[in-house]
C-alpha cells in the first residue's frame, strides 16, 4: 500500500474539520453545477461526461462529493447517485444543494479509502473530482474496484505533481489548502493499471497555467483570497479570451510530445473494471 507522511486517522480528523468549516460558508443556491460541465474553464469534468455517456437509470457513487457538483449535475441527468464524503457537514450541503436543484441525492459519511460501508458491485460508475490526492490513492483503487459492477467505470481527475508554477501556487494558497493534499505523480500511474483492464487518460492545463499568473499579477488576487480552481469558474465569461486559444495551443503541444502532459495542472483518468 502507498504510504502518506501522517497517520491515516489523524489525516481524516484534519481532512473532515477543514471540509466541515468550508462548508459553513457556502451558499447552496451559488454552487455552480451545470457550470461545472459547460463551462469551456473546465474541460476535465466535460471530457469524463463525454466518456460515461446516458446515465439515466445507472448507478452513480460520488467520491468526495464537496459542495455537490458532481452528484447533483449527475442526478440531473437521471442517474441514482450516492454522494459521499467524509464531512458530514459537506453532506448537508450536497442535500441543500440538490434540493434547490429540484432532485434528490442519497449520502453516505465515509472516507474514500474506506467503502465497507457500501456493498460490492452496486454501481455502474464511480466519479471522483479532486479527491485522490486527499487519500491513499491505492486503498481507494482498491475500494473502487470492489464497489464497481463487472464492466463499470470509474472516472477521475486530479492535479499533477510535477508543474513548478502550481507548486508555487501551492504554497502561497495555504489558507485554502490542507497539509496532508499529494498531488499526483508519474510514478503512481502505474497502480491504475495494475488494478483495470483499461485505462484512458488526458491532461490539462499547461501553458492555459498563463491564467493564474494573470490572476496574481494583473488582477491583484492572492490566491488565499480566492481559490483559483473555483475563480476559473465564477469568472468564465472574462477568461474565454484568454483560455480558448491556449488550450486549443496545449492540445497542439500534448499531441506532439505527450509527455509534458505530467508538466500540467490536471489529469484525467477513466479506468474500467473487467467483465466477468
Known sequence: MSVLPYDQAERNDRERAFHDDWSEVIDPATVLVDETFSACTSPEPQWIWRRMGDVRGKRLLELGSGAGEGAVFFAKQGASVVATDISPKMLELVKNVARHHGVSVETQTCSADDLSVLPAASFDFVYAANLLHHVDIEQCLDQVKRV??????????????HNPVINIYRRMASGVRTIDEHPIRYSQFGWFRARFPRVEVRFFWLSALLIFVKFYLIDRVHPNEDRYWKRILTHEAELRAWYKPLAFLDRIVLGVMPILGWMCWNIGIVVWKEEE
Not at 148 to 161: E, S
Open 148 to 161: 464497481l459492477k463487472p464492466g463499470g467505470m470509474a472516472a477521475f481527475w486530479d492535479p499533477v505533481a
